[in-house]
């Protein structure tokens, strides 16, 4: 919370209220539908997580809930990216459209913020309180230095929306090394190979609407049929092997 005070009050003092409020409706708009997820999804992962004890079930755990949140999020973002203008419309009004220059890139990171979530989320099902704090506060003086870069260097609103992406970027390989070292996770091919796959049908549908301002139903409709489609896939395959298994 003091984070993005602090971001407000830098966008405020060098673009005025104006800026600040097209700022607050990307910061809300990137923020409020991934909250809302997570939010379930912590109500699930995070009790079962505890109550595993052994290590080999906790790390096959860990990977079975990525694999579904990947499945299930992919679909989610790409809809969300693809029908931005009109979320701004409905929620706003279409002056606050210069938002829409943040958010595409916030969106982009916000893949990397389910998964690092995932990642991040083993710090308090395992008492790790001390690798999670310091996580979570490095990670928020990180972010404030990348938007002070973007602001003061290159005197861009935009780039802020960068600085989100590259902050989630950062902190998702610092969670994949804390997996990877504390927990012994370890990436398979599936893995791998989905989470490539989501990642560029989400950077596809942001870039072929980079610059829309308006809502266009056939991007929409066929860039959500792809995601879906890759996820239905996916779903399916995953639970064919688990029956042969």
């Known amino acids: 919370m003091i984070t993005v005070l602090i971001i407000r009050a830098l966008v405020a003092r060098n673009t005025g209220l104006y800026g600040a409020g097209i700022f607050d409706v990307a910061w809300t708009l990137s923020t409020m539908y991934l909250q809302l997820i997570l939010s379930a999804f912590a109500s699930y992962y995070l009790p079962t997580l505890s109550s595993i004890k052994n290590s080999n079930e906790q790390i096959k755990f860990i990977k079975s809930f990525l694999l579904s949140s990947i499945i299930l999020v992919v679909p989610i973002i790409v809809l969300v990216i693809v029908s931005k203008p009109l979320v701004i419309k409905l929620f706003y009004t279409a002056e606050f459209n210069p938002a829409l220059k943040i958010i595409r890139w916030m969106l982009i990171g916000d893949f990397f913020k389910v998964i690092s979530?995932?990642?991040?989320?083993?710090?308090?099902?395992?008492?790790?309180?001390?690798?999670?704090?310091?996580?979570?506060?490095?990670?928020?003086?990180?972010?404030?230095?990348?938007?002070?870069?973007?602001?003061?260097?290159?005197?861009?609103?935009?780039?802020?929306?960068?600085?989100?992406?590259?902050?989630?970027?950062?902190?998702?390989?610092?969670?994949?090394?804390?997996?990877?070292?504390?927990?012994?996770?370890?990436?398979?091919?599936?893995?791998?190979?989905?989470?490539?796959?989501?990642?560029?049908?989400?950077?596809?549908?942001?870039?072929?609407?980079?610059?829309?301002?308006?809502?266009?139903?056939?991007?929409?409709?066929?860039?959500?049929?792809?995601?879906?489609?890759?996820?239905?896939?996916?779903?399916?395959?995953?639970?064919?092997?688990?029956?042969?298994?």
């Open 117 to 245: 979530w995932i990642f991040a989320m083993p710090m308090v099902a395992f008492v790790h309180v001390k690798t999670f704090f310091w996580s979570e506060l490095i990670g928020n003086i990180t972010l404030l230095f990348w938007v002070y870069i973007a602001i003061y260097v290159f005197k861009s609103t935009e780039y802020i929306g960068l600085a989100v992406l590259l902050n989630y970027v950062l902190y998702f390989i610092y969670t994949l090394y804390y997996a990877k070292s504390r927990l012994l996770f370890r990436f398979d091919n599936k893995v791998i190979l989905i989470s490539f796959i989501g990642l560029m049908v989400i950077v596809g549908a942001s870039f072929h609407t980079w610059y829309d301002v308006e809502i266009d139903w056939i991007k929409v409709l066929v860039w959500f049929f792809i995601a879906s489609l890759i996820s239905l896939y996916w779903f399916l395959l995953t639970k064919s092997q688990e029956g042969l298994m």
